[in-house]
């Protein structure tokens, strides 16, 4: 401890002294707080990245360029990888990134949805964002402004690396600014150099009857595209449930309980129809509804590639239960807006 503590006590004495210090420039990116706060995420230089000129279209009454002068910076710590051609993650670098949220971003943006008369919630929106390359993921609204953490989607305008202590690995740094998805596990939605934000509704009509009493649906259909690729009516038995303790609380009612939810993750149900592949991790979005038309957007992401296992339940209730046979239970959410009664359909789209 004492030779850890030689280099930052050396320093504070000579700087008492109005004496400059010389030290090898190699020790300073580990000088700074490593051992002089609690802090390590801050001990490395920070680098600038530039952010390109970014707009905001779509089903927006007031589309246009973002001020980013007017918004606050936050900050996120990622450890990135990529998809590689095992289908595991490829890591690439542990970085703190500084930067705009998407909640800021589209805090003021004025929403004009296409299928309002249909079905007015906000939870079917998502963005698509994409940059000059041609490049594009996707993030549901819902992981924007509903979960338990919110500002984990920046715009990055500074990266700083997080260096191990040890083996001091120095991971390339990204040279322009990047969508950051801090609670993505594998980081292919951190495309560079976004410059337009599109928001869209999902595009798909359904029937919705509000007030249905009773409701319920025997199945869940599953869908690609247009296509009808499975359907649930049971839950495999080697799946295992959890248990999720709860406070659940909506946005308009109010707090509804706080029952525990026993279920199956949604996503060890599901991978076997919609198996893990880069333009899904990308721009894949999915829509779930109820047998009354009730629906919420997920991107893939979301719900297929987490890492703060913050995850969605399938409930199956018994037979004939009002609200069955399948709920959908987002413990991400610190709303319940988003939790499903009498699931009838899931699809994925682009």
């Avoid at 600014?177 to 509704?201: G, M, Y």
């Avoid at 009002?322 to 959410?333: K, T, V």
């Amino acid at each position: 401890m004492r030779k850890k503590l030689l280099i930052p006590a050396l320093l504070l004495g000579l700087l008492s002294c109005n004496i400059k210090p010389t030290v090898n420039q190699s020790l300073i990116q580990f000088i700074d707080s490593t051992y002089m706060t609690n802090n390590f995420y801050d001990n490395t230089r920070t680098y600038e990245l530039p952010v390109m000129e970014l707009t905001v279209e779509g089903e927006v009454a007031n589309p246009g360029e973002v001020d980013f002068s007017s918004l606050p910076k936050h900050s996120v710590i990622v450890k990135e990888a990529l998809l590689d051609s095992t289908g595991d993650g490829r890591f690439t670098g542990a970085f703190r990134y500084d930067g705009y949220s998407l909640f800021d971003i589209l805090e003021k943006v004025m929403i004009r949805k296409a299928n309002t008369d249909e079905f007015s919630s906000i939870i079917d929106l998502y963005i698509e964002i994409g940059n000059d390359k041609g490049e594009k993921v996707v993030f549901s609204w819902g992981e924007i402004y509903y979960p338990n953490n919110l500002h984990k989607i920046l715009i990055a305008s500074n990266v700083s690396r997080i260096i191990p202590s040890r083996t001091k690995e120095l991971w390339a740094l990204p040279e322009s600014s990047r969508i950051v998805a801090a609670a993505d596990l594998i980081t292919e939605r951190n495309i560079s150099d976004p410059v337009r934000i599109t928001v869209k509704s999902y595009p798909k009509s359904i029937l919705t009857v509000k007030g249905m009493s009773p409701i319920y649906s025997e199945k869940i259909l599953l869908y690609k595209g247009k296509e009808q690729i499975g359907e649930l009516t049971s839950i495999p038995g080697s799946i295992k449930n959890e248990t999720f303790n709860t406070i659940f609380y909506g946005r308009g009612k109010g707090i509804h309980s706080t029952t525990p939810f026993t279920g199956v993750l949604l996503r060890e149900v599901l991978v076997k129809y919609y198996p893990v592949n880069r333009d899904d991790l990308r721009f894949g979005i999915m829509c779930i509804t109820g047998q009354d038309g009730y629906r919420c957007a997920l991107s893939y992401s979301e719900l297929f590639n987490r890492n703060d296992q913050q995850e969605f339940l399938l409930i199956k209730t018994a037979e004939g239960e009002d609200g069955g046979l399948f709920r959908m239970f987002a413990a991400s959410d610190f709303f319940s807006d988003r939790a499903i009664k009498s699931v009838s359909g899931i699809h994925l789209g682009y």
